[in-house]
């Protein structure tokens, strides 16, 4: 075999379909060499044979040393489930604080935040953006907490809810007084502080409470690993997840979709030019995204007709001719739009949703042994005498 493989060649050595390794260029899993007239992407065959031992392709799949072995999330092609129970059955009948009892496995109950994180809010530099103030808040919760070193499963699970707490009212920092409503049921406050329905909130948050092994998550279960306490595990998964493609991918595909309303058929045929849009593709939703299904449908039908029309033509065009699955970024980029929120609502939504699954895993990391995580490096520099 050559040094350089088509796009369906790709396909055939993974054992996948074309449309997943666009999902992976769209993730930058997999990266083209170069697109070529009549061709399209060439990817370096070294490039895909890494891939192929570390993922689920026809020669790669293997169970590794590296395979680190969860009962809380399962995903799938078009499937979420939490310790057994569809998204699709949470989703709209249990409330956030049930959804993340579900995932700890450990009720618990926050306190209020007090004055020293409105101290620390105000003292915040004008326009610091949303992920700062949420790591401050974090913080600030764990400098409170005088057991914030019991590696408990009941001291973790304390840390996430009086995490979120504080993040919560970080996202309302600046909001008039009493604008937060019951603190004790995080929809209510944040679609307080956003204003939107607590109903649609709640289901968004039910939504992102975890999705199995993301790259936040995995580095929440190394810090726990290390000896790491629930609030410092917290902060390595918020730092992860302070990313353009991770959490801050919903204001990438709020910016497109933006134009894409304006100019559906314009930016249709950039797409298929160009290649995945912010929004559409994902790794392992090779199907369809359950929670953008799921949001969508409760945020489309009280849309204006521009933005329905929109996303119903980009939906059907690009899974049709491309298998690029909507993905839940781009649902949160529609309910930005949709109600007027500020770029960085649909992060704030995310990010506080996903201490219920980072804390679940937290938790879940206690049992293993400590230190597991070592990353064998492959020394490629120049050697010694």
Do not use: N
Not at 220 to 243: H, I, P
Not at 249 to 269: I, M
């Amino acid at each position: 075999m050559s040094g350089e493989l088509s796009t369906a060649q790709v396909a055939d050595y993974l054992g996948v379909k074309t449309q997943t390794v666009y999902a992976y260029v769209s993730r930058g899993v997999l990266a083209p060499l170069r697109r070529d007239p009549g061709v399209g992407s060439v990817f370096a065959l070294a490039d895909v044979q890494a891939l192929g031992r570390g993922r689920s392709g026809r020669r790669g799949a293997r169970a590794t040393s590296d395979d680190v072995r969860t009962a809380i999330t399962q995903v799938g092609p078009g499937g979420l489930a939490y310790r057994g129970h569809d998204v699709r059955g949470l989703a709209g009948a249990s409330t956030f604080e049930e959804v993340r009892d579900l995932l700890t496995g450990v009720p618990a109950a926050a306190g209020p935040p007090d004055a020293v994180l409105d101290a620390v809010m105000a003292a915040l530099p004008p326009g610091a953006r949303l992920l700062d103030r949420l790591k401050h808040a974090v913080l600030v919760a764990g400098a409170e907490d005088l057991g914030r070193h019991d590696r408990s499963p009941e001291a973790f699970a304390t840390a996430g809810a009086r995490s979120l707490s504080a993040m919560v009212a970080a996202v309302g920092a600046g909001t008039p007084a009493g604008a937060g409503g019951d603190r004790e049921r995080t929809a209510v406050a944040l679609a307080a502080y956003l204003g939107l329905p607590a109903d649609l909130v709640d289901l968004a948050l039910v939504l992102l409470a975890d999705h199995d092994l993301a790259v936040s998550t995995t580095a929440v279960r190394v810090a726990v690993s290390a000896g790491a306490d629930g609030y410092s595990a917290l902060l390595a998964g918020l730092a992860a997840a302070d990313s353009p493609q991770h959490v801050g991918a919903s204001v990438q595909a709020l910016d497109w979709l933006r134009g894409a309303v304006e100019d559906p058929r314009g930016a249709l045929a950039a797409a298929l030019a160009d290649g995945p849009p912010p929004g559409f593709g994902h790794v392992v939703y090779t199907e369809v995204d359950p929670r953008a299904q799921l949001l969508l449908d409760r945020v489309l039908p009280e849309a204006g007709d521009d933005l329905r029309e929109a996303v119903s033509l980009l939906e059907s065009e690009l899974a049709e001719r491309r298998g690029w699955v909507l993905s839940v970024d781009l649902a949160l980029a529609a309910l930005m739009l949709a109600h007027d929120l500020p770029r960085d609502a649909g992060s704030a939504i995310f990010a506080c949703a996903r201490t219920a699954g980072w804390t679940a895993h937290a938790i879940e990391e206690l049992a293993e042994p400590g230190m597991r995580f070592r990353l064998r490096g492959v020394y490629t520099g120049p050697r010694a005498g």
